[in-house]
């Protein structure tokens, strides 16, 4: 069939055709091919229908069927050319039933054998065709096009049997258009990209002066920081089209597949070059070689591999072809992917600082009706480390709590809520805590405010809470940093140990006993202080020396495993002065606590009123 265009003449005004292309419609593509479906069904039915009306029937001899005809008691019957059915009555019991029967259409054998007293039984000759046909055929075939058609319903059908085909989108040009100036933040990957989009739209500017245009590029950084929007936005500057796969598209049950999509995938890029493909999660099938459950071996994903670098290796630059990468796990990757002339530049897209999250957050703020008190700075001071998915996320809940409120417009309250949706979790406010518990929590949360406020280096506090929040959470204290950092000394770690352990100090002071909830406090306390012991050489009896081999099992993740590479003495060492460096923090919490033991009551006092406080709130009570 023929797909046309309309368009009107400029000159006469009638409808002038063109005919952009030719295509062959398959027959499972056809509108057809529904009513053709829904007709094999009825047909079958049908069929079924029939089996189980005969099924319903009693068979009975021939000539029991003689005798109840001599008897009177068929009361109706239907003769066709190979059986006789019908209903028979009982003259004692007067009850009917159906029947069926065979006949034997030469009567003279009829009655000979009915007058010998014979009984028997007609059969008729078997149909193979129409039993072949009705009973093999017809099902296998109808339940074959129903697999085929909610195949193509699910888009499995692609452009083979078995999804054997590729699953290559070309954004089309009806998407929104992405640009640099839809990215915030990760400026300095930007800067590098511009140079990869003018070379897409000038290929042989570098050419000129004997260099080549590099081949690939790889974005490496945590999830949700804005790889794949790079790559797109890399796309709509340079005008060109944009081929998106993911590397698990690639991989399929059957042994090469994942290789002849590859083929498929450049052979595409090279009609269409200049352009970009785009492999999103490259990790799925640019695992290293030989680490798998195949040692050795070439699985599927090995096939893959070796093919995505054959063909990185021999197309040619000056085609314009340029292929991009995202993964946030490039210490598995193969080596030989990372080679020059192959993925020749790696840009590491990292979390966001304090200004990159301010332009991230005025990014999405644009589709917020936003109120006069945002503070849009605040809550980029009250984000670090967050990552741009986190961060649009965060607008998406204050516009939600505001919507839930009957705003008109996203406050500042709805931004504080929602980043204490996303750090702590939801409110459990039909968590009913008991009158001692409550005052606790107040009690604990009042402790690390206290301490938080006194020490010399500690970060302004910013909101206490006695909310239960998420999983576990009864209260927490947040503190706002002054500014970015980056680094921490010896006297900031000290007083971060000393606040973690302000809260069970107070309990123990205050109530006389300490509990379960300083459980946290005391875990982070404990690894600030081996870190500065282990890591960071703050000991003055071990020296500046680090001690225990540190392997990072995900880049960028902060999950690491430590090896053991001292003795057993050095241990108990460093075991001591972790201990030494914790009992020094929670016996400065404890003259703070003690030498301030009235702005402590009254804080507690407040937050056991108002559950909530701010930190201008706080800073009050304590200078009272």
Known sequence: ?????????????????????????????????????????????FQFWQGYQETRRQEIPFNEFLQHVEKKEVTEAVVTDKLISG?????????????????LWHTDLARLLEKNGVKFVVRPSSDWLSNFFFNWVLPFGLLFLLWGWFARRMGTMGKGFLNLGNKVHIHPDSLPKVTFDDVAGAEEAKEELKETIEFLKDPKRIQRLGGRMPKGVLLVGPPGTGKTLLARAVAGEAEVPFFNISGSEFIEMFVGVGAARVRELFEQAREKAPCIIF?????????ARGAGPVMGGHDEREQTLNQLLTEMDGFDPSTGVVVMAATNRPEILDKALLRAGRFDRQIVVDKPDLEAREAILKLHARRLKLAADVDLHTV????????????????????????RKGRDAVTMEDFEQAIDRVLAGPEKKHRALSPEEKHRVAVHESGHALVAETVPTGEPVHKVSIIPRGIGALGFTLQLPVEEKFLSTLDEMKDQIAILLGGRVAEELVLGGISSGASNDLERATEIARNMVTRLGMSERLGPLTWGRVRELQYLSGVEQEERNYSEETARLIDEEVRALVEEGQRRAREIIEKRRDALDRLTAALEEKEVLDGNEVKQLLDQ
């Open 87 to 103: 209903t028979i009555r009982d003259a004692q019991s007067g009850q009917t039933r159906r029947f069926v029967t065979f006949p």
């Open 380 to 403: 980029a001071l009250r984000t670090p480390g967050m990552v741009g998915a986190d961060l649009e996320n965060i607008c998406n809940e204050a516009a939600i709590r505001a919507v």
């Open 1 to 45: 069939m023929e797909k046309k265009n309309f368009s009107l003449d400029g000159n006469d005004g009638k409808p002038h055709i063109e005919i952009n292309k030719t295509t062959r419609q398959k027959f499972w593509q056809s509108p057809n091919f529904t009513f053709w479906l829904y007709l094999l069904f009825i047909l079958l039915s």
């Open 279 to 287: 492999i999103d999660e490259l990790d799925a099938i640019g695992r």
